[in-house]
């Protein structure tokens, strides 16, 4: 069943991977501005988040396979829309709904949480970082064959120039969206038990329950906060970064592409070495020292006088910074209790959207004015300062008490 889950996200990643390259300059090529393609993205973020809670929510009720199938029928539907009838209101609400462009490495968007909390199901809590940084270092290598792909994806139509050149990026789209949805048709799934009444005994009556509990809404509050911190961070910059290429050293998708399918490739072995690192130091301090290294390099990028250059950095910041996913999904995962893991996948999915959604409204703004390079300063800023809060304020939840554990 996981290997199953991982080869859906991988499939799904190839897509995606396509789309974080070539999606905004899609939307460039039609005309859009820079400023009007950070809102989009933002839409995008914010519809995830408000969806994301509310399907976390519910798939620790009712299971999380019916969330998976309703996710990959909308965006084959959608895709399938876009191609047919390319008009911009169904180009708008498909791609605020499924997050076209905002390269979520895999994930099934807002469906996001009751997959991860179904594959967590499915996984040892012992062995929860090494799977989920395998899961994050397939997932990776999906997105550099995407991006390896968006590179020709639009030159694949002899005679189409402009945004008609990118149909089939939305083809390659709608293919895996179909297959994905027959994989996971074919699953099953071992429905939630309800919970048994059993009285406990009296050195364990509902004062304890409600002990582990307080515990787990703490945890899981101070995660939302620092995520916050880091997710706006990121939204400042990530989704519009071919669009910034575009604009500072005038090049396409045949030389972004190949950039991006380096980074995943690298960040995907990187993700499968923090996975290790993690079992010999530690969740935590593996995540945040490849993290401190990505700062530095995020304050260098706008500042390099070449494509060339600036590439480098970028694949080399993404390696140290990207690499922690699994690490950091195995920890939040691992805050609480089976039955509310759907809603802390969800509450780690709207901490992270929704400062998100905001960085590419902020990124975009500033890009249009002309001011290339405060984008990576200003989330230079907010990286660090998560880098400082990560261990100082969730330091003491990394080896969960015996009342938390599964």
Not at 6 to 23: E, T
Not at 289 to 317: C, E, H, K, N
Request: hydrophobic share 55%.
């Amino acid at each position: 069943m996981a290997r199953q889950l991982i080869l859906v996200r991988l499939l799904r990643s190839i897509a995606q991977g396509a789309l974080a390259v070539d999606f905004t300059l899609y939307l460039r090529a039609r005309g859009w501005s820079a400023a009007a393609v950070g809102l989009l993205l933002m839409a995008g973020g914010l519809a995830g988040a408000v969806l994301s809670l509310l399907v976390g929510v519910l798939s620790d009720r009712v299971g999380r396979r019916l969330f998976l199938i309703v996710y990959e029928t909308g965006l084959s539907l959608g895709t399938l829309a876009v191609i047919a009838l390319p008009a911009t209101w169904i180009l708008v609400a498909t791609a605020a709904l499924f997050g076209f462009g905002r390269g979520a490495n895999g994930s099934s968007g807002p469906f996001a949480p009751a997959e991860q909390a179904w594959l967590a199901q499915r996984v040892p809590r012992d062995r929860r970082g090494t799977v989920f940084s395998l899961n994050a270092g397939i997932q990776f290598a999906g997105m550099g064959v995407g991006s390896l792909l968006a590179g020709f994806l639009p030159h694949l139509l002899p005679g189409e120039h402009g945004s008609a050149a990118y149909e089939p990026l939305f083809l390659l789209n709608l293919i895996v969206a179909l297959v994905n949805l027959w994989q996971i048709w074919r699953l099953h799934e071992e429905r939630p038990m309800p919970q048994r009444k059993v009285q406990p005994p009296a050195s364990e009556h509902p004062a304890a329950a409600a002990t582990v509990e307080q515990r787990e809404n703490r945890a899981l509050l101070l995660l939302t906060i620092v995520n916050m911190v880091n997710s706006l961070g990121v939204g400042l910059v990530a989704p519009l970064l071919p669009y910034w290429f575009a604009v500072r050293f005038g090049v396409g998708p045949e030389l972004i592409g190949p950039v991006y399918s380096v980074t995943f490739f690298l960040t995907g072995l990187s993700s499968l070495a923090v996975g290790r690192l993690a079992q010999r130091i530690g969740l935590i301090r593996s995540i945040v020292l490849p993290r401190l290294v990505g700062v530095v390099l995020l304050v260098v990028i706008p500042f390099a006088p070449s494509f060339a250059l600036a590439a480098v950095l970028y694949v080399a910041r993404s390696i140290v910074n990207r690499g922690s996913v699994g690490a950091r999904q195995a920890f939040s995962v691992g805050l609480v209790r089976d039955r509310r893991r759907g809603l802390a996948s969800s509450l780690n999915a709207v901490s992270w959207n929704v400062p998100a959604a905001l960085g590419p409204a902020l990124g975009g703004y500033l890009i249009g004015l002309g001011a290339l390079f405060w984008p990576f300063l200003i989330a230079a800023v907010l990286q660090l300062g998560y880098v400082v809060l990560f261990p100082t304020v969730l330091g003491r939840y990394e080896n969960p008490q015996p009342q938390a554990t599964d």
